[in-house]
């Protein structure tokens, strides 16, 4: 009963058995393993066998009856036309993979991706379903060469449209550090990064929208995308900081001056707080036929009683009562 190679090879499958098909005549038609009878011309594993021998334990010479003799070119390898795909979310695409060597019989590959939830596989190509990264792999029908190529799958850009700032800012320099608002349209523009600028630094620095006063004076800052597309201003005025005054301290709340006294008494007053803003302490006495003072320096006139106070933007400090007397 005759039988076709393909009949023949199918049971040697599993075995790692080189197979050299020869016609009547001992002319070689093609050599392949019995595991690839496959990747086989239909019109050659229909052929009938006429004989086989045995060379040795892997070799195994067949020889069909006569037909027209076909060239097969076993697969070496596969490659990906590129390594790496950066998509974004519904894009699809379409990856060309190169077996080796270009005159193969048996270019058949499948496909594989190994995360369907982010990428999948449809008659258009490769669909981006959702963000992440997976592979995608092909193998070889002849042979079981593969490749991979990284997929990276992120969300769909949306282009900002315009950016806004204030015209204006006015801040002190006692100021905390002060977030600039910026309103950025469409309002589901994928996010990106803004350059911020200041155009003088000894005034105010300025690190993503939050500004820091430094000191007195005036200065622009600009707000761009990165690719420059887009550009807002803000003027910027900084002024010292004005801290009001809290209270008024007097060292001394009483003195007791001889009116022959040469070495004049000086009192000393204390603004609280340490910081506030004010121009001068302004001294004074109830009564300068007794004693006057000058910027706490007491000089005693005529025997009595004065109360001499220190004032700084209208808070007064609590007396300091001066006795003058005689020697």
Known sequence: MAITLNDFLMPLATLNIQVVVKDLQQENICKIYADCVSSLDESLVTRTVNRWDIVRN???????????????????GVEFNIETVSMEVGDTINLVANVIPNNATNKNVTWLVLDENILSL????FTALTEGSTRILVTTEDGGFTDSCEVTVSAITVPIESINIPNSLEL????TPYEIPITILPENATSESLVWTISDESVATI???LVTPISEGSAIITVSTMDGRLTDYCELVVSSSIVNVESVILNETEMTIPLENIDFPMLTATVYPDNATYDEIIWSSSDENIATVLNGLITPIAIGTVNIIASVNGIESEPCVVTIVAE
Do not use: A, R
């Open 172 to 175: 002190e320099t006692s100021s």
């Open 122 to 125: 449809n008659e258009e190509g």
């Open 58 to 76: 892997n070799l195994l010479y067949v020889y069909l009856n006569d037909s027209e003799i076909i060239e097969v070119v076993p697969v070496s």
């Open 207 to 209: 690190l993503d929208g």
